[in-house]
């Protein structure tokens, strides 16, 4: 029977602490400790309409709709977000309701995924946040590469060669120079860009630099000082480097 594998899958991997209540449409609720901010519990549903003898965990349609009341997924970033935090935990969506299938005896693992889905989607604000800001490298990367390619960019340029720590993000081979450009997302990467010019510089390395920064005003006002004086060129954010930073190396290339 469906509902007893189901039920033992969950009281084995939540210690017992679990029951599963009939709905009127037929599926089980399941009842656990997993609770929002405000105290509601999450909405955690099993239904028996998977394939192949598997079952459903779902949320029917209920975090979404939570979801509305602060937050409205309304641009194509924000959709992006959604995905992909349904895709790193392989959960489906079907209009609007969040589900996994699985074997009956797998519930247990499916409803822990989908817990953690539920916490993230609730909380998107915060979870948007974390990940525009985990994909600054790639984004620049992909500028990099999407539209400065003609000018033959070189990822992980070492300058020196006994200096593997003092690694260029990009070199630009603008004859008779080459440009290094850096991506500094935080603190300890504009210490370590500073660091890595100075000791350039010393050991007489022919370069100009570039750093993008994230957000430059968000590093506090001794390293915005001290990496101030050893650029040559900075973008204050990425969409200032987008915007302008095709025209600087082709005046750099022109010079």
Known sequence: MMDAAVLESLRTGLNNRVT?????????????????????????????????????????????????????????????????????????????????????????????????????????????????????????????????????????????????DLEVDYCFSIEPKKLFLFGVKDSPKARLVTISCLEYMRKNVSFRSIIVHEDFDALSSKDRRIITNVADKQFTDLADFRSSGRSFLVREAAS
């Open 20 to 164: 599963l209540r009939e709905r009127s449409n037929g599926a089980m609720q399941v009842i656990a400790p997993f609770y929002h901010e405000d105290g509601d519990m999450y909405d955690i549903f099993i239904d028996s309409e998977g394939t192949d003898g598997r079952v459903r965990v779902c949320d029917h349609g209920l975090t979404l709709m939570r979801l509305s009341y602060t937050y409205e997924l309304d641009t194509p970033k924000k959709e992006e977000i959604f995905n992909k935090i349904l895709s790193d935990n392989r959960v489906e969506n079907d209009d609007g309701n969040l589900f996994i299938e699985v074997l009956p005896s797998h519930v247990n693992n499916a409803v822990l995924r989908l817990t953690q889905v539920v916490s993230k989607i609730t909380n998107m604000q915060v979870y948007r946040r974390e990940v525009v800001r985990s994909m600054f490298y790639d984004d620049l990367t992909a500028f990099i590469s999407e539209t400065l390619g003609d000018f033959s960019p070189n990822p992980n340029y070492l300058p020196l060669a006994d200096r593997e």
